[in-house]
């Protein structure tokens, strides 16, 4: 119900707020961005991991073709 939507509230905002310092970040050329791993965040346990990614050389979205 809509008390659902209350509850997550803080979460989204959360989140909301980590993009938009990524979007800065990038824009503006500084600091280290998430690019190449996912952020992992439990809210319910307040605990933030990342994770690695490796690009698919089969993804025509993001694999880098001009150098293969």
Do not use: F, W
């Amino acid at each position: 119900g809509l008390g659902d939507v209350y509850k997550r509230q803080p979460l989204l905002g959360m989140m909301g707020s980590i993009q938009a310092i990524e979007t800065l970040k990038l824009l503006a050329n500084t600091g280290t961005s998430l690019n190449g791993r996912l952020l992992l965040v439990d809210a319910q346990s307040m605990q933030i991991r990342e994770m690695t990614l490796k690009q698919d050389p089969a993804c025509p979205v993001c694999h880098d073709n001009e150098n293969s």
